[in-house]
């Protein structure tokens, strides 16, 4: 190792931290973060009154337009914050910063979604597509997910759940749009995969009523993308499945 690469790891031991969004310096209250409070304090968590059902707000009265063509099995969303100008750096920050540490900051605004009762027994990441993750080095929600799991104290499961195609990106904006753009994106790799919920074998973990899966993603939209993947674990029988987003972007044309 070269002394200037030793002298730097040094450095980054005893100097203080500074705040990845905002480069101030993160007092030693703060060591184990790297989102300062003043940029965590310009999150804007997500509020009722929201249907029951997708946690988006309530734009009137009448059935919900988002989350009416959902799996019956996907029974709650809910994401911590809106998608603004606050969190739109700490999610860039997650998908191309490469510092796995930001992802407990964003797990501990989520740490409130969990249910009183009846919370998720395992969380599942949604996958990216092989060449995404290529190119990535790394899946942003698995770091969520595992970040979150350590909160909650919940075995994560990678690796079940996976893409079966590449879909386009979600550039349109209706929930019927992006539903079509990626039916069929999502499969399940369970047979012989060994691994295990406890004494259970995930394949019967999945199936079993007494678990409840959590899905997580790191920006809800439409939930199209949660959606879908969630009719891939209701097809090899989950009856319980839930989902948790970080952020949640507003739709504009939402009625
Ligand atoms: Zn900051
Ligand atoms: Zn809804």
Known sequence: M??????????????PAECLLCHALLGPRDAARIV???????????????????????????????????????TRVRSAVWLDDGARPAVHGLKYGRLARIADDLAAA??????????????????????????????????????????WRIPVVVDVLVRTRETPTQTALTPATRLANVAGAFGLRIDDCGLRIGNLPIKSAIRNPQFAIALVDDVFTTGATLAEAARALEQAGARRITGVTFARAAIPDFT
């Open 110 to 151: 989520m740490v409130p979604l969990q249910p009183s009762t009846g919370g998720p027994s395992f969380l599942i990441p949604i996958p990216l597509a092989p060449k995404r993750l290529r190119e990535r080095g790394y899946n942003q929600s698995e770091m969520l997910a595992r970040a979150l799991a350590r909160q």
């Open 36 to 74: 300062c409070p003043l940029c965590r304090q310009r999150w804007r968590a997500v509020r009722p009154p929201w249907y029951e059902r997708c946690g988006q707000p309530e734009p009137h009265f009448g059935p919900c337009r988002l989350c009416a063509e959902w799996p019956a099995a996907l």
């Open 2 to 15: 070269q002394l200037s690469s030793v002298r730097s790891a040094v450095e980054q031991l005893l100097l």
